[in-house]
């Protein structure tokens, strides 16, 4: 579904990213995995357009790299980014409007609407409440459900879990499968190695903006890369 | 006496009208694409030339005026166009520098290609009168500019809180890139930014030849000015910050110009001037802060 072929991506002088290769299937959960500052996040900007890379995207048969943000998500990829990042001053009702604006209109959009809020109930209550008062875990679940408004085909989550208590975690991995299971590909971007490789069809580990290692998730799981890395043994 | 009082507090409210809705439209375009538009005053001219022609040509009145709104919001979006938008990557002091270049050959324009000198625009007597509540006469310019002002606010809060481009707006001035993520289009946002900024500029216009009668190519530098004043003290960026600083700012100059004792009317600045130095002290950050004042 998403082949992504020798990615390079430089801010400045320094190169974020170096001859990344990867794919995801469609269908599957992917993982990214790697510390901070391992090209994960570049990854996923250059793949929504954010960022300008080198080297080449294509997005079912058709390529994607240099494309405008606003044209990506058209296409059927959607980016919930790192940290959340709703309009905290826009109501909730707001930021899903704007989620699905340019996707559906009138009462087409009202019904995606009506689709989150049955997903996610805890954003009918909060529906006129703006986002910033939300608490994180509300926030995260905003920031998907706005994501979701595009119906994308490929989500791409960065760091979803990031900052979260451990009961909000559980529902959010919940939520991913149960996503994939609806037929949404998944490509997570995790620190949560663990979670997200117990989750994951196939993953990727990214050290100073290069891949280096990739496997199913079992196969990562219990490499040992991964095991004196991330699993702390 | 009551006549006088009464006439005072309206031309302080209707001339901190004028001012918010300068500064409202300074902060617009700053809060999305952090620039500081100095030619915000050569829009005002623009306004105020094509209502003079409008008048001139015999044009009925609210169709002159309504040309003279949509000229300031065209030259908005055509500054933007071929002036910011080129620009769009540099930092904020080049920005600055070219909204500076902008306002100069606006101005260059107006002095050779109209004239140096004042241009009359006379209005209908009905303006010029006086309007009789009971006892109570007051002047029609400031009232029918209180009225204009409060319903420009009306409808630009309507258009920000009800429609997609609004709900857009005020997202991009809070996170730019996630809104294009959403599918939003910067150029259109941004556009639409710069003409509503522009028909802001334009009404501002209307109001204050209104008041004066006359155009010239330096008309819009003072209120701009001011309005720039009345942006800083409501919070840079901050849309409702924008309208109270204007208010705050027009109020008390008509206030101090009416009401100091003579011996210290030309001082009426330094007055002014202390009311916003005490408002920065007591709030830095302006009346009603902006959430965030960054660039895209």
Redesign the interface.
């Known amino acids: 579904m998403l082949t992504v072929t020798d990615l390079s991506v430089r801010y400045g002088q320094i190169e974020a990213l170096r001859g990344l290769g990867l794919s995801v299937t469609k269908g599957s959960v992917t993982v990214l995995l790697g510390s901070n500052g391992a090209g994960k996040s570049s990854t996923l900007n250059a793949i ?1 357009g ?1 960022a300008q890379p080198r080297g080449r995207i294509e997005f079912e048969g058709v390529r994607i790299d240099g494309v ?4 990506i ?2 296409k059927g990829i ?2 919930c ?1 790192e940290g959340r ?1 709703v ?4 109501s909730v009702a ?1 930021n899903l ?3 699905g ?3 559906a209109r009138g009462e087409a959009l009202a019904a995606r609407v009506e689709a989150e809020l049955a997903r996610f109930p805890i954003l009918r209550e909060r529906f006129h409440q703006k986002a ?1 008062l939300l608490s994180g875990g509300e926030q995260q679940m905003l920031a998907i459900a ?1 994501a979701l ?2 119906a994308p085909r490929l989500l791409l989550l960065d760091e979803p879990s990031l900052g979260l208590a451990p009961k909000v975690v559980d529902q959010v991995f919940d939520l991913i499968l149960s996503l994939r299971d609806q037929g949404i590909t998944i490509l997570l971007v995790e620190q949560n190695a663990e979670r997200a490789l117990e989750i994951a069809d196939r993953g990727y580990v990214l050290q100073s903006g290069e891949m280096v290692l990739s496997g199913t998730g079992k196969e990562l799981a219990e490499s040992d890369l991964i095991r004196q890395a991330y699993l702390a043994g | 006496m009551m006549d006088i009082i009464l006439q005072q507090v309206l031309n302080a409210i209707s001339l901190g009208g004028i001012y918010a809705l300068l500064a409202l439209g300074l902060a617009v375009v700053f809060s999305i694409v952090g620039l500081i538009n100095f030619a915000h005053g050569e829009l005002m001219t623009v306004a105020g030339y094509v209502l003079f022609l409008g008048v001139l040509f015999a044009l009925p009145l609210p169709f002159a005026v309504l040309l003279a709104i949509g000229a300031a919001a065209l030259a908005a979006v055509l500054t933007e166009r071929l002036a910011f938008r080129p620009m769009r990557k540099a930092d904020a002091t080049s920005l600055l520098l070219t909204s500076f270049a902008v306002s100069a050959i606006l101005r260059v324009l107006f002095q050779n290609g109209i004239s140096a000198r004042p241009k009359p625009v006379p209005l209908p007597s009905a303006l010029s009168g006086t309007v009789n509540l009971g006892p109570v006469h007051l002047g029609a310019v400031p009232l029918a500019s209180i009225v204009v002002t409060v319903l420009s606010l009306v409808t630009l809060n309507l258009f920000l809180k009800r429609t997609t481009m609004g709900q857009a707006m005020r997202a991009a001035a809070e996170d730019f890139q996630v809104l294009r993520l959403m599918g939003i289009k910067a150029n259109r946002v941004i556009a639409v930014a710069f003409g509503l900024s522009g028909a802001l500029a334009g009404i501002s216009a209307v109001l204050w030849v209104a008041q004066r009668g006359s155009v010239d190519p330096l008309m819009g530098f003072i209120p701009v000015l001011k309005a720039f004043v009345a942006a800083v003290i409501g919070g840079l960026g901050s849309l409702p910050g924008a309208v109270a600083g204007g208010f705050v700012l027009g109020i008390s100059e008509v206030l101090f110009q009416a009401f100091l004792p003579e011996a210290a009317l030309p001082f009426r600045d330094a007055f002014v001037l202390s009311v916003v130095i005490a408002i920065l002290i007591w709030r830095p950050e302006g009346l009603i802060p902006a959430k965030t004042a960054r660039r895209s």
């Not at chain 1, 309009?87 to 826009?90: E, G, K, M, N």
């Open positions: 929504t954010l405008a943000p606003e044209d998500v058209r959607a980016l980014p990042r309009f905290p001053s826009l707001e409007h704007l989620g604006a340019v996707h910033g706005r408004m595009s």
